[in-house]
Every structure is written in structure tokens, then in C-alpha cells.
């Protein structure tokens, strides 16, 4: 009756320790560190950063949570705003402007990403919308619907679908039908966003379900119109426990971070699953390099705080782990829930920490 258990505990004692050897197998790289990079005028400071981006010209975007969101009394709903702010900083940190003061979105940050036209996208898990900002910081586009106290669309009778996501795993398709009051039209009903990006085409991807209903990645067209959807809750191939993160390579194949799952799967541009590859512990946020070889980034957080395990894996998108850099902690290359890295330049990184309230620019040294 007890060799089993013995068994058991050995089997387990055996798989942590080849887990563990594994990580420490993979090679450390030497890097430096900016921990001060952010210069803000008095009295303005940046809290838990959502993300953080920069573009062609070097000009850094931090999203960042900055306190409460407050509440307005309408005469129907309420509107909550302003627990988040986007700066805008100049290449050497130096604060030039906000932008999007007041912006009804603006509730908890949680992702940024600037696009290859320098457009500036924030992404906000309270508000369930992502927006575009042009260069010259005007609303250009907005995806998804704030949650509302009441319907503001009536039920329509049409074809049959997934509810505010219009049509199922691959193709267009409406769902008028099964969509409740004030959810919009198919694709607009985000729950928890949690990141975008791009193909080459301008299409858009965005992991939707950070721990939310849906749990699925969201593709449309660059002026926002739905094309497709896929993924539901589970462990499956193409099954998601949190889409946190998104990218996309050159060749147009989507990677997605399965942040409960502790993996990444791909997919091709419609959806159909290709792989996946763990190894990466629990991936926080993905960064795609863009150069003739293209890696990905991973921040991996072990524990709820980041305070205990932590780290930045650099990738082959056939999910080999070429090596490792900085750990859990405050100091400077240290981390602490770095959810957002900018990786325009493959060794000259930006990390966006939650609990440490900063952006750290990172230099890595010989280059793999």
C-alpha cells in the first residue's frame, strides 16, 4: 500500500528537479541596464506600467496606471475614466507630452504597442477596448465597447454565431441573433484585451481573454471590421487558459501566450493551429524582433508578484531557448511583473514592469 505513494513522490520529486536542471541549463546573457530612464516633470509620475513602445524615430510611449478610475453620473450609465494616462517621452527619456487626457478608455492599462506606421495603440483590460492613436496623437480608431449599465442595441434577427464575436472558429458570419442587448456588432465585444498586433497586410490580432469569457484571438481588418476569431477555455490544441500576449512573424503566422497553460501556440493567419512549445515558464508578454532572423522575447513571472521567480527568455520561433537574462527582484536588472517589452532594436531592449513602477532599457551583450 505504500510503494505506490513512494512511487508517486518519487516520480514528482524526479520531474521538478529535470524541470529545474533544464532552466539552469539555459545559457545566461550578459546584459546592462538603465533603471532611471524616465524623466517626468514634478509631481507627475508613472505608476504600473500597462506597456510600452517606441517608434522609427526612437520617441518612447508609456501606458501606465496612475490611480482609480473615478465615476460621472450620466443620465442613463456611468462613465468611468481616467485611472490611466499615456505619456510620450523623446529618445533619451526626456517627458514630451500626455496624450489622450480625459480619453473615456482610459481605465487600466495593461498593453501598448506601437505599429510599423508609428500609430500608437493602448490596450485596456477595464474599458475591454484597444485604441489607435496616429503619429500626431488623434483617436484614429477604437475596438471594443465599455461595459454599459444598459442595452443601446436592440436584438436583431440574422444568422447564428458565437456571441459578440460574429461567426465561428474561421470564417465571417454575423450573430445578430444571439448577441444580448448593447453588445455591438460582431467583433466588437472584448472581455479583458490584453494585447495587438499586425500582419503585413495591416490585419489586426488581439488576445482577447486575459482570465476573461473569451479566450480567443481576434482578427480584422485594418479598418476594424471582423474577419475571424478562434480558441475557447481548455488545454486542447488551440484551447486557451488567458490569451495574454500576441505576435506575429514575417511569414504571417500567428504566436499566442497561453499565460495558464505555461505555453505558446501558433497558428497560421486563419487560425488553424500549427504547434506550440513550452519551456518559457509563465509567458507575461511576447516581443517579436523583426530582423532577417526573428526571435521572440518572453517574460516569464512565477509567482502572482514576480517577486520570486522571474526572467526574460530570448526565443527561435521553433520554441528553442537561446538563453535567459535578469531575475526576480527591485533593484536595477532585477524585474518585477515585466508585462510589456518594445523590441524594435533585437539587443536594445524596453522593459515595462507592473510592481516596480519603471521602464528599464536594456543592453544586451554578445548577441546570439
Given at each position: 500500500?505504500t510503494?505506490r505513494p513512494?512511487?508517486?513522490?518519487?516520480?514528482a520529486?524526479?520531474?521538478?528537479?529535470?524541470?529545474?536542471?533544464?532552466q539552469m541549463?539555459?545559457p545566461?546573457?550578459?546584459?546592462?541596464?538603465?533603471?532611471?530612464?524616465?524623466?517626468?516633470?514634478?509631481?507627475t509620475?508613472?505608476?504600473?506600467?500597462?506597456?510600452?513602445?517606441q517608434?522609427?524615430?526612437g520617441q518612447?510611449?508609456?501606458?501606465?496606471?496612475t490611480?482609480?478610475?473615478?465615476?460621472?453620473?450620466?443620465?442613463?450609465?456611468?462613465?468611468?475614466?481616467?485611472?490611466?494616462?499615456?505619456?510620450q517621452f523623446?529618445?533619451?527619456?526626456?517627458?514630451?507630452?500626455?496624450?489622450?487626457?480625459?480619453?473615456?478608455?482610459?481605465?487600466?492599462?495593461?498593453?501598448?504597442?506601437?505599429?510599423?506606421q508609428?500609430?500608437?495603440?493602448t490596450?485596456?483590460e477595464?474599458?475591454?477596448?484597444?485604441?489607435k492613436?496616429?503619429?500626431?496623437?488623434?483617436i484614429?480608431?477604437?475596438?471594443?465597447?465599455?461595459?454599459?449599465?444598459?442595452?443601446?442595441?436592440p436584438?436583431?434577427?440574422g444568422?447564428?454565431?458565437?456571441?459578440?464575436g460574429?461567426?465561428?472558429?474561421?470564417?465571417?458570419?454575423?450573430?445578430a441573433?444571439?448577441?444580448?442587448?448593447?453588445s455591438?456588432?460582431?467583433?466588437?465585444?472584448?472581455?479583458?484585451?490584453?494585447?495587438?498586433?499586425?500582419?503585413k497586410?495591416?490585419?489586426i490580432?488581439?488576445?482577447?481573454?486575459?482570465?476573461?469569457?473569451?479566450?480567443?484571438v481576434?482578427?480584422?481588418?485594418?479598418?476594424?471590421?471582423?474577419?475571424?476569431?478562434?480558441?475557447?477555455?481548455?488545454?486542447?490544441?488551440?484551447?486557451?487558459n488567458g490569451?495574454?500576449s500576441v505576435a506575429?512573424?514575417?511569414?504571417?503566422?500567428?504566436?499566442a501566450?497561453?499565460?495558464?497553460n505555461?505555453?505558446?501556440?501558433?497558428?497560421?493567419?486563419?487560425g488553424?493551429?500549427?504547434s506550440?512549445?513550452?519551456?518559457?515558464?509563465t509567458?507575461?508578454?511576447?516581443?517579436?524582433?523583426?530582423?532577417?532572423?526573428?526571435?521572440l522575447y518572453?517574460?516569464?513571472?512565477?509567482?502572482?508578484?514576480?517577486?520570486?521567480d522571474?526572467?526574460?527568455?530570448k526565443?527561435?520561433?521553433?520554441?528553442?531557448v537561446?538563453?535567459?537574462?535578469?531575475?526576480?527582484?527591485?533593484?536595477?536588472?532585477?524585474?518585477?511583473?515585466?508585462?510589456?517589452?518594445?523590441?524594435?532594436?533585437?539587443?536594445?531592449?524596453?522593459?515595462?514592469?507592473?510592481?516596480?513602477?519603471r521602464?528599464?532599457?536594456?543592453?544586451l551583450?554578445?548577441?546570439r
Amino acid at each position: 500500500m505504500t510503494s505506490r505513494p513512494k512511487a508517486l513522490v518519487a516520480v514528482a520529486a524526479l520531474a521538478m528537479a529535470t524541470s529545474v536542471a533544464a532552466q539552469m541549463s539555459v545559457p545566461e546573457i550578459p546584459f546592462d541596464s538603465n533603471a532611471d530612464l524616465l524623466k517626468t516633470p514634478l509631481d507627475t509620475y508613472v505608476g504600473e506600467v500597462g506597456g510600452v513602445g517606441q517608434n522609427s524615430m526612437g520617441q518612447i510611449f508609456v501606458y501606465t496606471r496612475t490611480g482609480h478610475p473615478y465615476g460621472t453620473i450620466g443620465d442613463n450609465r456611468t462613465f468611468a475614466r481616467n485611472g490611466s494616462r499615456l505619456f510620450q517621452f523623446d529618445k533619451t527619456g526626456k517627458f514630451v507630452r500626455e496624450i489622450g487626457q480625459q480619453v473615456y478608455g482610459f481605465n487600466a492599462a495593461v498593453g501598448l504597442r506601437v505599429d510599423p506606421q508609428d500609430n500608437v495603440w493602448t490596450v485596456d483590460e477595464a474599458a475591454n477596448q484597444v485604441v489607435k492613436f496616429d503619429p500626431e496623437g488623434n483617436i484614429a480608431l477604437v475596438l471594443g465597447r465599455k461595459p454599459e449599465a444598459i442595452g443601446v442595441r436592440p436584438r436583431e434577427a440574422g444568422p447564428g454565431g458565437g456571441p459578440g464575436g460574429g461567426g465561428g472558429g474561421g470564417g465571417r458570419g454575423g450573430a445578430a441573433a444571439n448577441r444580448p442587448p448593447g453588445s455591438g456588432v460582431p467583433g466588437s465585444g472584448l472581455s479583458r484585451p490584453a494585447d495587438v498586433a499586425w500582419d503585413k497586410e495591416g490585419n489586426i490580432y488581439i488576445a482577447d481573454g486575459a482570465g476573461g469569457n473569451n479566450n480567443r484571438v481576434l482578427k480584422l481588418d485594418k479598418e476594424g471590421r471582423f474577419i475571424r476569431h478562434w480558441g475557447q477555455t481548455g488545454n486542447g490544441n488551440g484551447q486557451f487558459n488567458g490569451v495574454k500576449s500576441v505576435a506575429v512573424d514575417a511569414q504571417g503566422d500567428v504566436y499566442a501566450a497561453d499565460i495558464g497553460n505555461k505555453r505558446i501556440q501558433v497558428f497560421d493567419a486563419d487560425g488553424n493551429y500549427k504547434s506550440q512549445f513550452a519551456g518559457i515558464g509563465t509567458p507575461l508578454t511576447l516581443c517579436m524582433t523583426t530582423g532577417p532572423t526573428q526571435y521572440l522575447y518572453v517574460s516569464h513571472a512565477g509567482d502572482p508578484d514576480g517577486m520570486d521567480d522571474a526572467t526574460i527568455y530570448k526565443v527561435r520561433l521553433d520554441g528553442t531557448v537561446v538563453g535567459r537574462f535578469g531575475s526576480a527582484g527591485k533593484l536595477p536588472k532585477e524585474f518585477s511583473l515585466a508585462n510589456s517589452i518594445d523590441c524594435r532594436n533585437e539587443n536594445e531592449l524596453l522593459i515595462g514592469e507592473m510592481a516596480n513602477w519603471r521602464v528599464q532599457k536594456v543592453t544586451l551583450k554578445g548577441g546570439r
